[in-house]
């Protein structure tokens, strides 16, 4: 894989207002911000690539030369207006929750990442909803990993059905919590809320659970 | 007024400023901030209108004088009876912990397995199964219907008898006690009840003098006017589990209902409906009567009659050796939307507002 860089840059003139290692976060925080767009950076496409690091776009303003290759051209203070400053400062402020969001996100769906093949539950879950178990009807698929699992095919069935179906919901309920809050994080403006958003967060995705 | 019969804190704790809100927040330190507290010998003051349900109401110092094995064996008829009589099958929650292991060795030990067949379904998760794998194997996976614990929020249909294995944490001790071993030692636990030394332990957790002096005070005073004699460290904390965790954990399932199940939320469909496997005064008195099962030195000898119910049927010796209590509830209510309280007519509460149900007379002033 790539390793990759994602500017969160201003549609209207290319200036960056931050990096994020993660494509989650940089999406997240687009969703929220109409003027900002992705700009994809690796070694391949940036003669500045190797010069990025976190704090660059904090400390100066920059907007990508795209003609020239995708380099970085430092902006004149006169020229960045303070409705560009105040955006990046809360586009700053949210991607620091996204840092959160994102971890929370992962942790809760750990539990359910299980395979190295990712689309196993789904084939999986196509075996399941073609078989009857009323009929005693199964799929030759699910008989021959009923064989491979020594186990008869009506005890393979229903436990990998409730395997399946837990990890869906879980995950499909753990994906809904994370859209309630990207939109949450996305109202952020002031430093001043990100403590009671992180608090609720973190009730919602874990403490509620610590009981 | 009403107040409430349930309620998560952190609820309270995260949109209050009131001064005497966040000192009383620091109590949660001790169990966790989603676990709500009530004193069931009403003394002991919280700065959140709150009232005892009456079924969860201390029972009268008598002794029913059944071994915990006839408790069990008599919960089981009441339930089976109770299906018999509704028509409702029983949905058990099985985790393939100690306690809703027994639940299933309660039935299975008393009924035939073609009986239960038709009257018994296994609300499970997938980690059900990595809990107790033979058990899982022998019994649950070859004869009884599965329901997705998953599905939980929507179970509170009517369409079964929910029973759960709340409870049995409470008639044998608390969690705490397994810190308290770990920190302490077991010899310690079972020494006699010391202030002092409980005092630091209870600190630790909660990290301010004068709110840990309030909860200890809380729970001597309890115990004091219920009756009991605290003569052990375990004691202590089995009380404290016993008197004021009880109510929380009676109705913490409800706060998984899905919103267009509001409506069944109330006395009637409770009375019927969902079924705490534990709750009952003769698992009470037979807790109150039996302080001899919180002498424990090894955290493994934690419910050791409960395990020593469950070998005697399965004779699966390596789980009745090695089995420690493990939290499961948190696979059932992790990531969801739950509601912060219920009230005293049993109405659902989704979103409390603090200043709507704070109590100025309490001990956190």
Known sequence: MIETRYLIASLENTSVYLMTPSVITANALVSGSGDSIIKVFTAYNSADYGKITRNMFTEKVYSIDQKGGNTFVEMPDEH???????????????QHLFGRWESFTKQALARQTRHQWAEFDFVAMEQ???????????????????????????????????????????????QALAEKWKDKINQVTMQQQVEDVRREMAREFWQNSSI | MKSLYYFNPLAIVNKSLRKDVQEWAKLYGLIGHAVGMTDRTEQFKQPVRQSIFPDCALPALVDSNLTYSECCDRRAEELYKLSETTGKPLGIMWSGGIDSTLIMVSFLRKYSLADLQQRIKVIISAESRTENPEFYKNYILPNFEFVNSEHTPWLFDGSMIIVTGEFNDQLFGSDLMKVYIANNGGVSLSSPYKRDTVFVYINR?????????????????????????MEKISDFFWWYNFCFK??????????????????????EWNSIHMQHFYHTDYFQLWSI??????????????????????????????????KIKRASLYTVFGQRTLLDGVDDTFTPVPIINPEEWYNPVNDFK
């Open chain 1, 128 to 174: 399941i909803k073609e078989s009857d178990p009323a009929s005693n009807t199964y799929t030759w698929m699910l008989e021959e990993y009923a064989r491979i699992v020594d186990m008869p095919v009506d005890r393979a069935y229903k436990e990998l059905k409730l395997r399946l179906e837990s990890d869906l919901m879980t995950k499909f309920r753990i």
């Open chain 2, 205 to 229: 957790k909660i990290n301010d003098e004068k709110v840990s002096n309030t909860l200890i005070n809380a729970v001597e005073v309890a115990a004091v006017k219920y009756g009991i004699v």
């Open chain 2, 289 to 322: 009567y039996h302080p001899e099962v919180r002498i424990i030195t090894d955290w493994k000898n934690y419910k050791m009659e409960a395990k020593i119910d469950i070998f005697k049927f399965d004779k699966n010796y390596e789980y009745f050796k090695n």
């Open chain 1, 80 to 94: 960045v207006s303070s409705s560009w400053k105040e955006t990046r400062s809360i586009l700053l402020t949210r």
């Open chain 2, 246 to 267: 009880w109510q929380g954990v009676y109705f913490r399932m409800y706060a998984l209902t899905a919103p267009k199940l509001f409506s069944n939320v109330n006395p």
